[in-house]
């Protein structure tokens, strides 16, 4: 099985040349989002999911290297379940969030991020309310107390 640091380093290398919506590097959402797992009492998995929630999503890694990575099969389902399919509805994709065990967790770090203040105010005013919007409806399907 892959370690941690060994799960970091490699979705650090697949997403080495994105940014996110601001144009900073998108390595410090994954940061963000693995340490808020960790902070809300997620274990190994988890963490190594949050590193690859996106990875899948934004083809950074393949789903065929996903299927034969050297990581438990939990991860990869907390991944593929965190990964948005095309034309899929929100109810959709929330539902399978919460279908699976360890999922939920990761997703609401992610949503906690990308909801951050200082992170939404770097982005024009109609982006930062349709992302707004976006998460606080997200937040709603999944069961979570708004952000503060």
Wanted: charge should be negative; hydrophobic fraction near 45%.
């Amino acid at each position: 099985m892959l370690t941690l640091a060994e799960v970091e380093a490699l979705a650090r290398r697949a997403h080495a040349a994105q940014t996110d919506k601001a144009g900073r590097p998108y390595t410090e959402h994954l940061e963000a989002v693995a340490e808020g797992v960790r902070a809300r009492g997620g274990d190994d998995e988890q963490i190594a999911a949050a590193w690859l929630h996106d990875a899948v999503e934004d083809d950074a890694l393949s789903r065929d290297w996903l299927d034969t990575a050297a990581l438990t099969d939990r991860t990869k389902a907390v991944v593929l379940a965190l990964t948005k399919r095309a034309g899929e509805p929100q109810e959709a994709y929330a539902e399978r969030i919460l279908a699976t065990p360890g999922a939920l967790l990761v997703k609401e770090s992610d949503l906690a991020h990308n909801a951050d203040p200082a992170r939404l105010a770097a982005l024009d005013p109609p982006t930062r309310e349709r992302l707004t919007q976006k998460y606080a409806t997200m937040r709603a399907l999944l069961g979570l107390r708004a952000q503060p």
